[in-house]
Nanobody, 116 residues
Framework: QVQLVESGGGLVQPGGSLRLSCAAS????????MNWYRQAPGKERELVAG????????NYADAVKGRFTISRDNAKNTMYLQMNVLKAEDTAVYYC?????????WGQGTQVTVSS
C-alpha cells in the first residue's frame, strides 16, 4: 500500500536547522510531483515547497525562500526539506504530499517546534 513517512522533526532553537525526510513506498515515486506542507495550531495547512518529478523545478512559499531547500533522491524514493535559520513562526506539523496520475497521497506529519 501507499506510504509516506516523514521523519526528522523535533525541537530546535531559533536560528537553528533541521532536515526533514519523507520516505515513499507503494507508488512510482519518480513520476510524482512532491510537496511539503505545514499546519500551525489554529491555522490552515499551507504549501511550503514543491519539487517536480525529476527535481529540476522547485517552488517555495515566500515565507521560507532563502532559508529552506527542497530536494529528492529518486533512487532512494525519498524527499527532503533542509530548513535553516528557523524562526518561531516555522513551528508546525510538516506533511509530505505526493501528486500524480490523478492521485494525492499524504504522510502522517512530523512536528517541528522552534523555541528557546
Amino acid at each position: 500500500q501507499v506510504q509516506l513517512v516523514e521523519s526528522g522533526g523535533g525541537l530546535v532553537q531559533p536560528g537553528g536547522s533541521l532536515r526533514l525526510s519523507c520516505a515513499a513506498s507503494g507508488f512510482t515515486f519518480s513520476t510524482y510531483f512532491m510537496n511539503w506542507y505545514r499546519q500551525a495550531p489554529g491555522k490552515e495547512r499551507e504549501l511550503v515547497a514543491g519539487i517536480s518529478s525529476g527535481g529540476s523545478r522547485k517552488n517555495y512559499a515566500d515565507a521560507v525562500k532563502g532559508r529552506f531547500t527542497i530536494s529528492r533522491d529518486n533512487a532512494k524514493n525519498t524527499m527532503y526539506l533542509q530548513m535553516n535559520v528557523l524562526k518561531a513562526e516555522d513551528t508546525a506539523v510538516y506533511y509530505c504530499n505526493a501528486r500524480g496520475n490523478g492521485n494525492a497521497y499524504w504522510g502522517q506529519g512530523t512536528q517541528v517546534t522552534v523555541s528557546s
